[in-house]
């Protein structure tokens, strides 16, 4: 009887280890900052500027020890990185703008297809098509031709109008971790995951963030 309690305090000791181990984690990146952006708390940030806010600590089958975070994209981050990306444009020459705006159009042609409603619709609005050509590497790139010349700055502004509205899209889900390091001091992202996210680079998505 006496080795039965002692197993069964052997357990529950074990457990509340356990759950101290992931919860102090959890603590440990919210209360956090990351090094680029000191001043303001991860917790802070990533709670204020997703809906639906949940963390999670996990241990992998090799043992790292990981920070799960999982939101929505909320309309106030959409908005507030729409309006920072536009200000930043205005910035730019005009020739830089059209690259921008080719660029996004590379983005959209990646996630809908040339054949997609989107240009069909954009392309019978202004008299364009989409053709293809080739850049050094074998990049492919995508730009329009349009039957009248001065159509073409007003299908680039559209195409870059349809990019804001799907880019950072409301409602989107995310999902960030942290890996904690071994003495559990410190911590660093290894996985940034949304479909409003797919073709940026981490830091780009922390800096929008963290705008």
């Known amino acids: 009887m006496k080795k039965i309690i002692c197993r069964c305090l ?8 356990i759950i101290a181990c992931t919860n102090s984690d959890v603590a440990l990146v919210k209360s956090g900052v990351m090094s680029a952006y000191n001043k303001n708390t991860v917790g802070n940030v990533f709670d204020a500027s997703f809906d639906e806010a949940q963390w999670q600590a996990v241990t992998t ?3 790292e020890r990981v920070v799960r975070f999982t939101g929505k994209i909320s309309q106030d981050l959409h908005d507030a990185v729409v309006a920072d990306v536009e200000q930043k444009t205005q910035t730019l020459k005009v ?4 690259e921008l705006k080719i ?3 590379q983005n959209l042609v990646k996630k809908q297809g040339i054949d997609g409603a989107l240009f069909q619709q954009l392309n019978a609005d202004y008299g364009c098509v989409l053709r293809e050509s080739s850049l050094a590497g ?7 031709t349009c ?3 001065a159509n073409w700055g007003q299908y ?3 195409a870059k109008q349809a990019f804001f509205a799907q880019a950072w899209q409301v409602g989107d889900t995310v999902e960030v971790e942290w890996t904690i390091s071994a003495d559990g001091k410190q911590f660093d992202v290894t996985q ?3 479909p409003s996210w797919e073709g940026l680079a981490y830091e780009h998505i922390l800096a929008a963030i963290y705008r």
């Open 10 to 17: 052997m357990v529950m000791m074990f457990s509340m280890q």
């Open 61 to 63: 089958k090799k043992g």
């Open 95 to 98: 020739y830089q703008q059209e």
């Open 103 to 105: 660029q996004y159009i």
């Open 138 to 144: 074998g990049v492919i790139w995508w730009t329009p």
């Open 147 to 149: 039957q009248d010349n």
């Open 156 to 158: 680039l502004e559209a």
């Open 192 to 194: 940034m995951a949304s």
